[in-house]
Nanobody
Framework: QLQLVESGGELVQPGGSLRLSCTAS????????VGWFRQAPEKEREGVLC????????FYGDSMKGRVGVSRDNAQNTVYLDLRDLKPEGTAVYYC?????????????????????WGPGTQVTVSS
């Protein structure tokens, strides 16, 4: 069973940057599609981006396109989400999720129902 834990969320000023981490405790996260989602108060969970197993393909959601990046550190079994130029509407709980890729592994999507494994989330607050 893949277990995920996010970290790195904190209070940050508008325009600031932040790096969030998603670490897997047992199985190799590099073998899974990883998606990042966020959920603001009283709003539905929305996709930020996803990356195929191995990190070869990245798909960006509309919410933070141009202000977000992703990378993998296989030695640490961690996927990072880099947030830039944060805005107050970016205040949310950020979640990472993982799903098993198909045999071709050339696609990922931001449909949250497709993800089998979820972390508990990390709170990001953007405020001056």
């Amino acid at each position: 069973q893949l277990q995920l834990v996010e970290s790195g969320g904190e209070l940050v000023q508008p325009g600031g940057s932040l790096r969030l981490s998603c670490t897997a405790s047992s199985l190799s996260l590099n073998k899974y599609i990883v998606g990042w989602f966020r959920q603001a108060p009283e709003k539905e969970r929305e996709g930020v981006l996803c990356t195929t197993a191995g990190g070869g393909i990245i798909f960006y959601g509309d919410s933070m396109k141009g202000r977000v990046g992703v990378s993998r550190d296989n030695a640490q079994n961690t996927v990072y989400l880099d947030l830039r130029d944060l805005k107050p509407e970016g205040t949310a709980v950020y979640y990472c999720a993982a799903e098993t890729p198909d045999a071709i592994n050339n696609y990922c999507e931001l449909n949250r129902t497709m993800y089998d494994y979820w972390g508990p989330g990390t709170q990001v607050t953007v405020s001056s």
